[in-house]
């Protein structure tokens, strides 16, 4: 099969890693990547055998696909730019910083039949892979993603650059309308919002809790479900699952007639699972596992959660 022609746009934090990925795929030729700052992208190419460019424009003809990884509000434009040329994407998420940003990019890779994938990475974590099949119409969830504050991601709010995560995974679980949402929030320490909690309810009856912090003393990034047949605790960070359901078996469960069962998921690499999914749906011409439509329903949510709060007068800047 002939390669995939790919580059990667913006070899900062993130895009390097892309690059690193794209590098080590043998059904991949990794032609350039590109980034404003010259001397990162000679460094990075250097790395990954690649050449290194600061014009993306100097791609077109030459490439089949691209993962973009700038900064969001450039996210349009160049997003834009290769889907008019008929380029397949990956685009790091937040897909754009408008839902009619978003709609314009579906618009464009729909009328072309491209591929257009959004970045949410958590989707592939081993743990989300695992608990696919048993998670059935939760009825109440909550998620908390707490970080120690990092300069980086600070030109979006924690909406944007944490919370859309969880958003994601949870839209990707529940499956129904939202028919309610309230949430607050406070900038701290950046000029956007650093910490914020939503309410939403949907249409089916389900209620998540969300939170999202980059001033907390501690990382921890969990979802936790419960449903009609049980409970499930999924943390990211340690790619582990805890599974409370019905069951007589004598295994220390502290709820009577209950059975836990836990397990970690050691292997793997979401990044890499991410990008050979894209690749997958590049060769066969098929809908990405993670679509632009998710990644627009998922920052409609969120631009709306961090309206709701930036309206509110519990903001305190």
Do not use: W
């Not at 834009?80 to 408008?98: A, N, R």
């Not at 209620?207 to 980059?214: G, L, M, P």
């Not at 709820?255 to 050691?266: A, N, R, Y």
Request: hydrophobic share 40%.
């Amino acid at each position: 099969m002939k390669k995939v022609r790919a580059a990667v746009i913006g070899v900062g934090y993130l895009g390097k890693f892309h690059a690193e990925k794209y590098a080590k795929m043998e059904n991949i030729e990794l032609v350039a990547v590109v980034d404003s700052n010259k001397e990162q992208a000679e460094a990075i190419a250097g790395n990954v055998g690649a050449r290194a460019l600061t014009d993306y424009t100097d791609l077109f003809g030459q490439v089949d696909a691209v993962s973009i990884a700038v900064p969001t509000p450039l996210h349009f434009e160049i997003g834009k730019t290769f889907l008019e040329q008929g380029i397949d994407v990956l685009m790091e998420k937040p897909i754009t910083t408008t839902v009619e940003e978003a709609d314009e990019l579906i618009a464009i890779a729909d009328s072309k039949k491209l591929v257009f994938q959004v970045g949410q990475l958590e989707r592939f974590n081993p743990a989300v892979a695992a608990v696919q099949h048993i998670v059935d119409h939760p009825i109440f969830i909550e998620s908390n993603r707490l970080g120690i504050y990092k300069e980086r991601g600070t030109d979006v709010s924690v909406v944007l650059d944490l919370m859309i995560h969880d958003i994601d995974i949870i839209l990707n679980f529940v499956r129904s309308p939202i028919k309610y949402s309230h949430a607050m929030g406070a900038s701290v320490v950046s000029d956007n919002l650093d910490i914020a909690n939503a309410h939403i309810e949907f249409e089916n009856g389900a209620v998540a809790n969300v939170t999202a912090s980059r001033i907390s003393n501690k990382n921890e990034r969990k979802i936790r479900l419960f449903q009609k047949n049980g409970y499930i605790s999924l943390d990211f960070a340690n790619r582990s699952i805890i599974h409370v359901r019905p069951g007589n078996e004598d295994n220390n469960c502290p709820i009577p007639g209950m059975h836990l069962e836990e397990k970690c998921f050691t292997d793997g690499d979401a990044l890499e699972d991410e990008i050979r999914s894209f690749i997958h749906a590049v060769e066969n011409r098929k809908a990405p596992e993670v679509s632009g439509q998710m990644g627009r329903d998922a920052l409609k949510i969120a631009l709306d959660i961090t309206r709701q709060i930036r309206e509110s007068s519990k903001v305190y800047a």
